[in-house]
């Protein structure tokens, strides 16, 4: 499937967790093209995606090997490079990405320690650009929140030359499941949707996330608090939400 778009993927220095974020001109753009592992790395797949560049990428970094050698290796062996993009960034940081010859104008990526950004189809270089620098001065911030910015910032230079349909950010930290996993699709301003379902999040999923079971602790640490919240309508819990009262 083609998925035209710009994304950024990347890792917190502070904490480990990988992530990434991207937005298209098509719904359902988050799955297509985000893969991630906890302590492993972050792929992006995008333009014709192949999903295998991420799985096969990810199963090398878990066998030890860097986001450069993993790219260089697994895109020389793909019969469809030329219209292929991906990114990648592994556990330590190091980074990489290719945008193949026949991608569609405007394309291309910028990486750099710990993120790589990238986008084709695209009004111009300014949209992966502007995440880049994003995501390099806003590092104080929790990754979601800067990824999310980084995307913000790629749709105000420009983004998709179609327009604008889906948006989506994920991010890994100690388990198998994710420590945020977002999406707003089929929506005029998706990367805005977004931004309004994460600042409800930070105050719903992301706290009942924090209190699932791990594998250090199978009960998980379920409070009174997030039995309360959890039990009454969307618009009377904490942050609110768009969803109906009963």
């Not at 302590?39 to 797949?45: M, N, Q």
Request: aromatic letters at 8%; one cysteine or more; charged letters at 20%.
């Amino acid at each position: 499937m083609e998925i035209n778009t710009f994304s950024i993927v990347g890792r917190c220095e502070r904490t480990g967790q990988l992530g990434g974020a991207v937005a298209s001109a098509g719904p359902g753009v988050g799955p297509m093209c985000l893969f991630a592992r906890a302590g492993v790395g972050i792929v992006t797949s995008q333009s014709w995606c192949n999903p295998y560049l991420a799985y096969d990428g990810l199963d090398l970094m878990e066998q030890g090997l860097g986001a450069e050698e993993i790219c260089e290796k697994l895109l020389s062996e793909d019969p469809g490079r030329d219209i292929r993009q991906v990114g990648y960034v592994d556990a330590k940081g190091g980074s990489a990405a290719f945008t193949g010859s026949q991608c569609a104008e405007w394309n291309g990526h910028v990486t750099g320690n710990n993120f790589s950004s990238q986008g084709n189809l695209l009004v111009g270089g300014e949209t992966v650009t502007a995440m880049a620098e994003a995501f390099q001065r806003l590092e104080a911030l929790d990754l979601a929140e800067r990824l999310i910015a980084s995307l913000e910032a790629g749709d105000a230079a420009g983004g998709d030359a179609r327009g604008r349909q889906g948006a989506a950010v994920l991010v890994m930290y100690k388990e198998r499941y994710p420590l945020v996993d977002l999406r707003a699709d089929e929506h005029r301003y998706p990367v805005t949707e977004l931004r309004r379902i994460y600042e409800v999040a930070k105050y719903q999923s992301l706290p009942f996330v924090a209190q699932m079971p791990t594998r250090n602790n199978p009960l998980g640490s379920f409070g009174e608090d997030m039995r309360t919240s959890m039990s009454v309508a969307p618009a009377y819990r904490p942050g609110g939400g768009g969803g109906e009262s009963a």
